[in-house]
Antibody
Framework: EVQLVESGGGVVQPGGSLRLSCAAS????????MHWVRQAPGKGLEWVSL????????YYADSVKGRFTISRDNSKNSLYLQMNSLRTEDTALYYC?????????WGQGTTVTVSS | EIVLTQSPDFQSVTPKEKVTITCRAS??????LHWYQQKPDQSPKLLIK???QSISGVPSRFSGSGSGTDFTLTINSLEAEDAAAYYC?????????FGGGTKVEIK
């Protein structure tokens, strides 16, 4: 069964940092690009970042560029999102998703709350 | 950035009715348009890919059409379990973008 499981969310003060993880199973992880997508409370979906299958190419939404870093460890079938300089507007449920041009598999999400 | 405009924002529908949701792109995206269903407290689920291609395991009452800038998701004979938010998404160019969503409520 193809599965994505996120972890690492929590409550952090503005200006703080968090590292999210996404553990993948049931497919050949390094064959696929991976994404982070977030959803603020009661709001719609917002794309955050993309990384290629070999990790050599990364892309970011303007709202997180320079603050967030996406990475992956194909030997561990894991995807990461390092989030620095967090702002209250980064509060959201963060999903990892598998790329087949569409996003065909999503995790259950991990919640990040930025609050003083 | 390609902006996706969905309409309506909200629809209250009787079971067995037909539901039509539209998604308009700010520039042509060919067929790089996908639809997702998100039920309360669940992750989004892929319903339709590349505007009209069906997904294994998705009921046949869900269908998609369109190309270029105008797209439609149709739910034929709505069932109670279809109460959810529906989102369109374009993969034509970065940044990836999503429509604002359409919430479908069952009367």
């Amino acid at each position: 069964e193809v599965q994505l499981v996120e972890s690492g969310g929590g409550v952090v003060q503005p200006g703080g940092s968090l590292r999210l993880s996404c553990a993948a199973s049931g497919f050949t992880f390094d064959d696929y690009a991976m994404h982070w997508v977030r959803q603020a409370p009661g709001k719609g979906l917002e794309w955050v970042s993309l990384i290629s299958g070999d990790g050599g190419s990364t892309y970011y939404a303007d709202s997180v560029k320079g603050r967030f870093t996406i990475s992956r460890d194909n030997s561990k079938n894991s995807l990461y999102l390092q989030m620095n300089s967090l702002r209250t507007e980064d509060t959201a449920l963060y999903y990892c998703a598998k790329d087949t041009n569409s996003l065909d598999v999503w995790g259950q999400g991990t919640t990040v709350t930025v609050s003083s | 950035e390609i902006v996706l405009t969905q309409s309506p924002d909200f629809q209250s529908v009787t079971p067995k009715e037909k539901v039509t949701i539209t998604c308009r792109a700010s520039q042509s995206i060919g067929s790089s348009l996908h639809w997702y269903q998100q039920k309360p407290d669940q992750s989004p689920k892929l319903l339709i890919k590349y505007a009209s291609q069906s997904i294994s395991g998705v009921p046949s009452r869900f269908s998609g059409s369109g190309s270029g800038t105008d797209f439609t998701l149709t739910i034929n004979s709505l069932e109670a379990e279809d109460a959810a938010a529906y989102y369109c998404h374009q993969s034509s160019s970065l940044p990836l973008t999503f429509g604002g969503g359409t919430k479908v409520e069952i009367k």
